[in-house]
Nanobody, 117 residues
Framework: QVQLQESGPGLVKPSQTLSLTCTVS??????????WSWIRQSPGKGLEWMGA???????YYSPSLKSRTSISRDTSKNQFTLQLSSVTPEDTAVYFC?????????WGQGTQVTVSD
């Protein structure tokens, strides 16, 4: 059974770049036809899909976040990474990594990221 675990700083200052890593175990991120997504949930709001990286390495982004988002991967470590630039307090959220694109079969537990001075 695949397991995902998010890691990264819990506090980021405004205007900086948020960087999170998702470590995958129990399966390879290069396995055919699998996609790997980043999703967040801000306080009082629903889930927001941010983007994904495919087994091929192709990336896909939410139009609303595309200008600030970058997703990459390290296949040697079986990890994929989210970078969100120019963060503001509105980017405060619980960030999840998950396997899937439109629906998600496996999720990480989530990590709280607060944007504040």
């Amino acid at each position: 059974q695949v397991q995902l675990q998010e890691s990264g700083p819990g506090l980021v200052k405004p205007s900086q770049t948020l960087s999170l890593t998702c470590t995958v175990s129990g399966g390879s991120i290069t396995t055919k036809f699998y996609y790997w997504s980043w999703i967040r949930q801000s306080p009082g709001k629903g889930l927001e899909w941010m983007g994904a990286i495919a087994y091929t390495g192709n990336t896909y982004y939410s139009p609303s976040l595309k200008s600030r988002t970058s997703i990459s991967r390290d296949t040697s470590k079986n990890q994929f990474t989210l970078q969100l630039s120019s963060v503001t307090p509105e980017d405060t959220a619980v960030y999840f990594c998950a396997r899937g694109f439109l629906d998600f079969g496996s999720w990480g537990q989530g990590t709280q990221v607060t944007v504040s001075d």
